[in-house]
């Protein structure tokens, strides 16, 4: 079982709209976890990263959230634009394997105008 | 531009061809990743290196894979004997030091077995 889940798995927005991607995590226990954002055919891009005693960060029009207790994070895009299509990924370092990063397997969002 | 560059972005080959993969890191990053992704996943860590020193290998990286990074700056991944599960997206990252740090991507290296 992957120890990132990340849901949806696939989103459909129109464009100016908010939304909120979900991630899950059994990792533990971890030394940062982060957001990327992957454009088709390119590589990820790091949004924000986060440690275990942090419980929000923003990038702009990005801001993700952390609670440790539960071990889920969000990551909320705000006025969402079309150049916000990508696939957002969800990253945690695992602190027991040597700071291993873990990825989910994305949500892929698609910004219609 | 003086962010990790990978080369060739796209290749497509027979199986059975052997195939080589470049990366340039950020210079001064002495950490350097490589990682596989197919379609509708995440990365999947293959190796990486500190320096010229290959620390830690994956499962996922079969006999017919090998990598280097001879004086500690660009690395390359070879493929030997391709097969058609070879095809994915071959990525490159960088990191300044900590294993906690930033990894910058490469643009990645795709890889089509036909």
Same mark, same amino acid.
């Given at each position: 079982k992957n120890q990132v889940e990340q849901s949806p798995q696939s989103l459909i927005i129109l464009e100016g709209k908010n939304c909120t991607l979900q991630c899950n995590y059994t990792v533990s226990p971890f030394s940062n976890l982060r957001w990327y /954002?992957?454009?088709?055919?390119?590589?990820?891009?790091?949004l924000t990263i986060m440690t275990f005693s942090e419980n929000t960060k923003s990038n702009g029009r990005y801001?993700?959230?952390?609670?440790?207790?539960? /071990?889920?994070?969000?990551?909320?895009?705000?006025?969402?634009?079309?150049?916000?299509s990508a696939s957002y990924i969800c990253v945690v370092s695992a602190k027991e394997y040597g700071n291993k990063l873990v990825f989910g397997a994305g949500t892929i969002l698609r910004v219609k105008s | 531009?003086? $962010?990790?560059?990978?080369?060739?972005?796209?290749?497509?080959?027979?199986? $059975?061809?052997?195939?080589?993969?470049?990366?340039?890191?950020?210079?001064?990053?002495?950490?350097?990743?490589?990682y596989r992704q197919t379609l509708g996943q995440g990365p999947e860590f293959l190796t990486y290196f500190q320096n010229e020193a290959q620390l830690e290998k994956s499962r996922l990286l079969s006999d017919r894979f090998s990598a280097e990074r001879p004086k500690g700056s660009?690395?390359?991944?070879?493929?030997?004997?391709?097969?058609?599960?070879?095809?994915?997206?071959?990525?490159?990252?960088?990191?300044? $030091?900590?294993?906690?740090?930033?990894?910058?991507?490469g643009e990645g290296s795709r890889l089509t077995v036909l």
């Open positions: /954002k992957q454009d088709t055919g390119r590589g990820p891009v790091s801001t993700a959230t952390l609670d440790a207790d539960t /071990k889920q994070s969000s990551l909320h895009i705000t006025a969402s634009q079309l150049s916000d | 531009d003086t $962010g990790v560059s990978q080369d060739p972005r796209h290749k497509i080959t027979k199986r $059975g061809q052997n195939v080589t993969f470049r990366c340039d890191p950020i210079s001064e990053h002495n950490r350097l990743y490589w660009f690395s390359t991944l070879e493929i030997q004997r391709t097969e058609q599960g070879d095809s994915a997206m071959y990525l490159c990252a960088s990191s300044p $030091g900590l294993a906690t740090g930033e990894l910058f991507f």
